[in-house]
């Protein structure tokens, strides 16, 4: 069974820092491509960062890029997301996702097969 189980959300102030975890049960993190999305109330899931089956590649939505990292433990089979100089707009519901057929990153939502129950993240001004 298949169980991937965020933690690590919370209220943070605006350009303070948050890191993510997805412990990942039932699925080698290190032979899988992984990502974070995110969900604001009202608005679609996002693709937030992905990181490729073998680690070497990365991909990052362009609001993020240079203040989010993703990556993942393969001994402790947990993937992770470091957030720096959080915005307000970073607000959201984060969740990890398994890509069990694709070697590389992927955005579409449906490309992913197994996903976590999600953690809060808010980003205070």
């Known amino acids: 069974q298949v169980q991937l189980v965020e933690s690590g959300g919370g209220l943070v102030q605006a350009g303070g820092s948050l890191r993510l975890s997805c412990a990942v049960s039932g699925r080698p993190v290190h032979s899988n491509t992984m990502a974070w999305f995110r969900q604001a109330p009202g608005k679609e899931r996002q693709f937030v960062a992905g990181?490729?089956?073998?680690?070497?590649?990365?991909e990052y939505e362009d609001s993020v890029k240079g203040r989010f990292t993703i990556s993942k433990d393969n001994g402790k089979n947990i993937l992770y997301l470091q957030m720096n100089s959080l915005k307000p707009e970073d607000t959201a519901v984060y969740y990890c996702?398994?890509?069990?057929?694709?070697?590389?990153?992927?955005?579409?939502?449906?490309?992913?097969?197994?996903w976590g129950q999600g953690t809060q993240v808010t980003v205070s001004s």
């Open positions: 990181i490729s089956r073998t680690g070497v590649t990365t």
């Open positions: 996702a398994v890509a069990v057929r694709y070697g590389v990153v992927v955005r579409p939502t449906g490309s992913y097969d197994d």
